[in-house]
């Protein structure tokens, strides 16, 4: 049964369903800078319910290929039907959504209406019955720092009067996402300055994404995934090991390597090596006649071009990245598996920064690059990251091919794979952990890394990540 505070809101907007286009209009630069963030969030062509769809706007501008609207106010959803004949809309409590009971969406709404909710467990409950383990939620709502504003702003006539709402903070919801079985993916804030004046609200907002200044911006986003069960069944696992010049490396790396999964394939990627290195694998592909060992001679140049190259060839359901060198143990390679067949985590990054690492294994001046950029991309992406730069990275196959689909959104000028696959992973929303290495000295050859030349290269991906990830 509809609680009394719900009926009053929905009488609330019945009253307000006649100007709402005005004070849209009006309100312009935040709903249009909303209606194209969460089109970035969401993508296009999926299955999407949005809860609270109001006259139906926002739906719409996401571009479903299905798209359910639920709204408590039935003059709102006569308005949306109006407006969006394609699309569905219809009169309900967002506290129970049986009416959808066997449907399942790829991305589900609640933009601006967390805060008039009765009950936002139950709310997010029913949720969880729509969604399947790729699904994902994104919630926005306002900041609770500008309550005293928006509350003037409603009084002083420049802002839609709204009945009275909840002020959660992104801890509160942090703490009801966990309750409910989803866990948070990202983070971010936008709109410092909600208000349209030509050239200088976009100047404005632009510093506003910037790390600390944003605590104070007005909207919060955030995108979470439903908990799923584990997997039961054993997944298949292709590790890719791009090398060059890295000969003394090869037979080590194969016998060294732990059985997991069931079963595993080794693609060398060699980038024109040099020292036989070449001749070395097909030796220990010979003397080791019971792996999967592949051998791909690279195309291009860099690692990454080579870790594409061999991802597009991987038979496996698990895709990883070893490096030759062997600075990160093939040991340590089970814990990533494990982590990912345990719904862990879509997505895997190695961390070499949190245990001591043996003399020479990382100098000075890369150590504290390594930890700048880890900040730099912590705030870019919205999750965090303490190592970006360490080489071994794994995701599902499924999603890798769905990122490389999509490469052409950030181009392809990552000579290394680390930041194709971070930015990639980070536009799909999918979860991000990192699991602690053990970083080792090399023990044969000479590291591939220019420290300068590539550190020039990291600064203009972090320039332009920014235009990608924080601007759209």
Request: with cysteine; aromatic share 10%; proline share 4%.
């Amino acid at each position: 049964m509809t609680s009394t505070h719900t009926q009053r809101i929905a009488a609330w907007y019945d009253r307000s369903a006649s100007q709402v286009l005005r004070w849209r209009q009006r309100n312009h630069y935040y709903h249009d800078d909303v209606c194209r963030y969460v089109s970035y969030l969401c993508g296009s062509n999926r299955r999407v319910l949005e809860l609270g769809s109001g006259t139906g706007d926002l739906l719409a501008a996401v571009q479903p290929a299905y798209g359910v609207g639920i709204d408590i106010s039935g003059a709102m959803v006569k308005q949306a039907q109006q407006k969006y004949p394609a699309l569905h809309f219809r009169q309900g409590d967002a506290h129970d959504l049986t009416s959808l009971e066997g449907e399942e969406f790829d991305v589900i709404i609640l933009s601006d209406v967390i805060g008039f909710l009765d009950d936002v467990q139950t709310c997010l409950e029913q949720v969880h019955r729509l969604c399947k383990p790729q699904t994902r939620l994104i919630i926005t709502n306002y900041n609770f720092l500008w309550e005293p504003v928006l509350v003037l702003g409603e009084k002083t006539g420049l802002k839609m009067p709204n009945p009275q709402q909840s002020w959660l903070a992104p801890d509160d919801l942090r703490n009801l996402m966990a309750l409910t079985n989803f866990r948070v993916v990202k983070t971010e804030r936008r709109l410092l300055w909600p208000f349209y004046i030509p050239l200088l609200s976009g100047l404005i907002n632009h510093i506003g994404s910037l790390p600390g200044i944003n605590a104070a911006c007005l909207a919060n986003y955030m995108v979470a995934r439903p908990l799923a069960a584990s997997q039961t069944q054993a997944a298949s696992t292709t590790i890719v090991i791009p090398c060059r010049n890295e000969r003394g490396n090869i037979a080590d790396a194969i016998s060294r390597m732990p059985a997991f999964g069931s079963h595993q394939e080794i693609i060398f990627v060699d980038g024109h090596s040099q020292d036989g290195t070449v001749d070395e694998i097909k030796r220990v592909m010979a003397a080791n006649p019971n792996h999967d060992i592949k051998l791909m001679i690279q195309e291009g140049r860099g690692k990454g071009d080579a870790v594409r190259m061999g991802f597009a060839a991987a038979h496996g359901d698990i895709l990883m990245i070893l490096d030759a060198d062997l600075t990160v143990p093939p040991e340590d390679l089970p814990r990533f598996y494990q982590a990912m067949v345990q719904n862990k985590a879509e997505f895997l990054n190695g961390s070499r920064l949190v245990y001591p690492m043996e003399d020479q294994a990382m100098r000075l001046l890369n150590l504290l690059a390594n930890k700048i950029f880890a900040m730099t991309f912590s705030w870019l992406l919205g999750q965090r990251l303490k190592d970006t730069l360490c080489g071994t990275k794994v995701l599902w196959r499924k999603d890798y091919e769905k990122l490389a689909a999509n490469r052409t959104y950030f181009g392809d000028f990552d000579p290394f794979g680390d930041f194709d696959l971070l930015f990639g992973a980070s536009k799909m929303n999918l979860q991000l952990l990192e699991i602690p290495i053990r970083y080792r000295a090399r023990t044969y050859g000479e590291t591939q890394i220019s420290r300068f030349r590539h550190g020039l290269l990291l600064l203009r991906m972090v320039i332009y990540a920014w235009r990608k990830l924080k601007a759209p």
